[in-house]
């Protein structure tokens, strides 16, 4: 009979390895589906892992990859710092949206004055605008003791009202024939997130979320916070004895990850989207807890899963398109992924172990 | 050094990737928005498409990628097919336009067809369906038909196009029943068959007996034959599968004629940028089978209107009318220009409720 056993200690080895194994136990089944639907398994692989990266037009996908998995990145990275503390901010979504929209609207007010300090002041207000959002379930957890899960999902439902609003209301084209959008900043040079070097991909987001990693790395390992962010995670009580206020680390974790998913929606919003409409937020803030818990939580974990992830959006298009593979399918893919990875972790606390049934 | 020379081979290939393909088959790309089995709006696309592929055989490959949301992601699947060696492009959603401009401008020899915008540029056109001459059928019908005087409509988003729909089947069911009112719900979606559900259920709930849906799934009519006695119409595509209750009739987009049209004239190089904009008279809105549960007199009345649309013996929008707010828009025997009808953004007079800002 089959028993599982909790082992005394985690496994580091299965800590390490299970993401690997979840990626190849994707590709296994994954690649039985493909073949079920009737293409070949092999190419489907190929052409979701190996095109984007290799193939012929790579030279358009890697930059592609940049943009997709930048705002992922940035998403993930604040996320992680609250997962490992138990802190559950399930609402990036909607602190992406308000960090485009306060981003967007300070840029849009300065129209059409072309100023260096306008981006600045936009990323600024991007960033001021996620943390607020974020702050709002953080103050009611503190001084009310809500579930911050819940709130903070719950308000990504009103930032998506706020979204539609401002795209139909305030925020709109008064050139665009009265249809729904705001302005588009690719054409307003001075609020636009352009590309710093053409054709590379490399916007500030990109950057912005590159020294989030080493930010993160730095913060975990080397600074009080981190070492209290760990500790309670670890141990809620012995943080509290060792002086850690849980008050004052809720605000913290859930004020950084806010403003760093604002972030994201800003260099969105001005770069690769341009303008604010109403179907602008596509789920970032949401993948990108799929993407800091396929990076263990780790900021380098968390790069390297965002990389992953944007391959797989990038090369399950690249799928339909060249092999008819359906949405669908594609999806079911990427949700096999998290799936595997969640699975496998048992593995990581506990080991399977073969025993008699005792006799009662 | 290493990237100045990756972006001339990226050069290179372009030009290469748009060049060199006329000489054997036609590929044809379409981006949707929905999923191709949504029973809607692109599943009729979908339809467009396949027609191009019965009518030109093995002289034109076509591609698709479904589920794409509007923005950047929109922009990479065009991109994508541009450099497949994609000839013609058709984007069919209304977010797709700045992102249809923007792969346009780096793909001058792939044309584009970019479905209910505004912009064109030298290889885009835009093309769009007067929907609203089949939303004065409905309003025909719907006024008829409605004891309770209550008729439910579900909004998507709101823009012209759905403005127009709602003024126009407002217009038309008040003109045959001076006592309708109706009951707007924005879902703020195109598709999304749980939203539409409630918005369907709210509606019934308030009263009403007749729903009309400017949505693509065909979630409220099943809400609707749950309810009983309460009528529908298709959207997009002709859902027939709900009729002869609670589906009355439909408004169906026929896109084939149009997609062929432009397929050939790709073909042949005598592709040029359009602003197309056709109702019931060419042929690319169409209006499905009156079902039996609608009295003959009431079919004779609404067959009747659609002959005259088709005909350009009657327009949807003639004066005299007024907006919601009581001031005068077009006098006695006027019609609605081009340009008003595109960007409509108010409601006639007689509709209650905003339309949201």
Redo the contacts between chains.
């Keep these: 009979m089959i028993r599982l056993e909790k082992r005394p200690q985690p496994s580091q080895a299965w800590s390490m390895a299970t993401p690997l194994v979840a990626v190849l136990a994707t590709m296994l089944f994954g690649g039985l589906l493909f073949g079920l639907l009737g293409t070949n398994p092999f190419l489907a692989i190929e052409t979701i892992f190996w095109e984007p990266l290799f193939g012929?037009?790579a030279?358009?996908y890697r930059p592609?990859l940049l943009?997709k998995g930048a705002p992922l990145v940035l998403i993930a990275i604040g996320l992680s710092l609250g997962f490992r503390a138990g802190i559950w901010n399930i609402g990036a979504e909607g602190q992406y949206i308000i960090g485009s929209l306060t981003g967007a609207g300070v840029g849009l007010a300065f129209y059409p004055l072309e100023a260096w300090y306008i981006f600045p002041l936009m990323v600024i207000a991007g960033a001021f605008g996620g943390w607020a959002w974020a702050t709002i379930p953080a103050i009611l957890k503190v001084r009310f003791g809500t579930n911050e899960i819940l709130v903070s999902l719950m308000l990504v439902y009103v930032a998506?009202?706020f979204l539609?609003?401002m795209s139909?209301?305030l925020l709109k084209n008064p050139e665009g024939?009265?249809?729904?959008?705001s302005r588009?900043l690719?054409q307003y040079a001075s609020a636009h997130n352009a590309e710093i070097?053409?054709?590379?991909g490399m916007h500030w987001g990109v950057v912005a979320a590159l020294i989030a990693v080493i930010f993160a790395y730095v913060l975990l390992n080397r600074h009080m916070l981190g070492f209290q962010i760990r500790l309670t995670g670890a141990a809620p009580r012995a943080a509290r004895f060792s002086g850690v206020r849980p008050a004052r680390l809720i605000l913290m974790c859930l004020g950084i990850s806010g403003a760093l998913a604002g972030l994201a929606g800003l260099f969105?919003v001005a770069g690769?989207?341009?303008?604010v409409?109403?179907?602008?937020n596509?789920g970032y803030g949401f993948t990108a807890i799929i993407v800091a818990f396929l990076g263990r939580l780790h900021p380098v974990g968390i790069l390297l899963a965002g990389a992953l992830m944007a391959l797989t959006y990038?090369g399950g298009?690249?799928a339909?398109?060249?092999l008819?593979l359906?949405?669908?399918a594609i999806q079911v893919f990427q949700g096999m992924l998290l799936f595997f990875l969640l699975a496998l972790d048992l593995l990581t606390n506990y080991r399977v172990a073969w025993r008699k049934p005792e006799v009662a | 050094m290493k990237l100045t020379s990756l972006l001339a081979s990226a050069a290179m290939v372009l030009g290469l990737a748009t060049g060199a393909v006329a000489q054997d088959k036609t590929k044809v790309g379409f981006v949707y928005v929905g999923p191709v089995g949504d029973g809607g709006w692109t599943y009729e696309h979908n339809q467009g498409r396949l027609a191009v592929e019965a009518e030109f055989g093995d002289k034109v490959e076509t591609v698709f990628v479904e589920n794409v949301a509007e923005g950047p992601d929109s922009e990479r699947v065009m991109t994508q097919m541009a450099l497949n060696g994609a000839d013609l492009i058709f984007t069919t959603s209304f977010g797709y336009m700045d992102p249809t401009i923007n792969v346009a401008k780096k793909f001058p020899n792939v044309k584009f067809e970019h479905a209910t915008g505004y912009k064109t540029a030298p290889n885009v056109s835009v093309y769009s369906a007067r929907f609203y001459e089949g939303r004065a059928v409905q309003g025909t019908i719907a006024g008829r038909m409605t004891k309770s005087n209550i008729v439910g409509y579900i909004g998507s988003y709101p823009i012209p196009e759905v403005i127009r729909g709602i003024n126009s089947a407002y217009i038309h069911a008040k003109k045959v029943n001076p006592d309708v009112q109706f009951k707007i719900v924005w879902a703020f979606t195109w598709f999304d068959p749980a939203k539409e559900a409630d918005a369907a259920k709210v509606l019934i709930e308030q009263g009403a007996d007749v729903i009309l849906q400017h949505t693509d799934s065909t979630a409220p009519q099943a809400a609707a034959k749950n309810a009983g006695n309460v009528i529908t119409f298709g959207q997009a595509s002709d859902m027939g599968e709900y009729a002869p209750m609670p589906r009355v009739s439909s408004i169906i987009d026929n896109w084939a004629p149009y997609y062929i049209e432009r397929t050939r004239a790709v073909m042949d190089g005598t592709w040029e940028t359009v602003n197309t904009w056709n109702g019931i008279g060419q042929g690319m809105v169409g209006i499905g089978e009156i079902s039996d549960a609608v009295p003959a007199d009431v079919k004779a009345e609404a067959l009747a209107l659609k002959a005259a649309i088709a005909s350009g013996e009657h327009h949807p929008f003639t004066g005299p009318l007024n907006k919601q707010d009581g001031s005068a828009w077009l006098a006695e025997g006027e019609v609605a220009d081009d340009g008003t009808l595109a960007g409509m953004n108010f409601f006639v007079e007689g509709i209650t409720g905003d339309i949201p800002q």
Excluded: C, K, M, R
């Excluded at chain 1, 024939?177 to 959008?181: E, L, N, T």
């Excluded at chain 1, 690769?272 to 303008?275: M, R, S």
């Design positions: 012929e037009f030279f358009y592609q943009v998506e009202q539609a609003s139909l209301g024939f009265g249809f729904p959008g588009n690719q070097v053409t054709g590379t969105e690769p989207a341009g303008q409409s109403i179907d602008f596509v990038i298009e690249i339909q398109g060249q008819g359906p949405a669908a």
